[in-house]
Antibody
Framework: QVQLQESGPGLVKPSQTLSLTCTVSGGSISTDDNYWTWIRQSPGKGLEWIGYIYFRGSTYYNPSLESRVTISVDTSKNQFSLNLRSVTAADTAIYYC????????????WGQGALVTVSS | DIQMTQSPSSLSASVGDRLTITCRADQSINTYLNWYQQKPGKAPNLLVFHASTLQSGVPSRFSGSGSGTHFTLTISSLQPEDFATYYCQQSHTTPLTFGGGTKVEIK
């Protein structure tokens, strides 16, 4: 069974870049069956899909965040990463890395989540 | 974006109750609708995909139905471990979107 684990700073200053990495274990990130996805959850906005990456590098981002988001993949390390630029307090949330079924677009495996607070 | 609306937003129920949660989409999504359960401090967990297909390992007391814009998640006999928040998610159109959640509490 695939397992995912987020890592990265829990505190980011306003206007800086939020960076998180997800390590995938129990399966290869280089699979056609899954996209590798970031989702965040905050009290104010609920669950918000940020975007995904395919192991060959193609990406799709939520248009609401597209101007500030980059998702990248490192197949040699079985990892994928999130960068969110120019953060504000509104970006404070629990960030989940998730495997997304590439055919039916449901989310079958989730990391435990990483709380990221944006504050000076 | 496709807007997903769940009702009720919260409810109180007793062990053994039959429970139905509703999710509506603001446009037709065929059967591209998934349900998740989330317990406090944990990530959501997939229960049902494609409106009515139970994810492997999910108890048979859970069932999903619906198509188009109206969907339901039913728990036939509520168990203590079912007290949680439930979310629907549409997988018809990107950006993928979620409902606001239904919190099921103990009466």
């Amino acid at each position: 069974q695939v397992q995912l684990q987020e890592s990265g700073p829990g505190l980011v200053k306003p206007s800086q870049t939020l960076s998180l990495t997800c390590t995938v274990s129990g399966g290869s990130i280089s699979t056609d069956d899954n996209y590798w996805t970031w989702i965040r959850q905050s009290p104010g906005k609920g669950l918000e899909w940020i975007g995904y990456i395919y192991f060959r590098g193609s990406t799709y981002y939520n248009p609401s965040l597209e101007s500030r988001v980059t998702i990248s993949v490192d197949t040699s390390k079985n990892q994928f990463s999130l960068n969110l630029r120019s953060v504000t307090a509104a970006d404070t949330a629990i960030y989940y890395c998730v495997s997304q079924d590439s055919t039916n677009y449901f989310f079958d495996f989730w990391g435990q989540g990483a709380l990221v607070t944006v504050s000076s | 974006d496709i807007q997903m609306t769940q009702s009720p937003s919260s409810l109180s129920a007793s062990v053994g109750d039959r429970l139905t949660i509703t999710c509506r989409a603001d446009q037709s999504i065929n059967t591209y609708l998934n349900w998740y359960q989330q317990k406090p401090g944990k990530a959501p967990n997939l229960l049902v995909f494609h409106a009515s297909t139970l994810q492997s390992g999910v108890p048979s007391r859970f069932s999903g139905s619906g198509s188009g814009t109206h969907f339901t998640l039913t728990i036939s006999s509520l168990q203590p471990e079912d007290f949680a928040t439930y979310y629907c998610q549409q997988s018809h159109t990107t950006p993928l979107t979620f409902g606001g959640g239904t919190k099921v509490e103990i009466k």
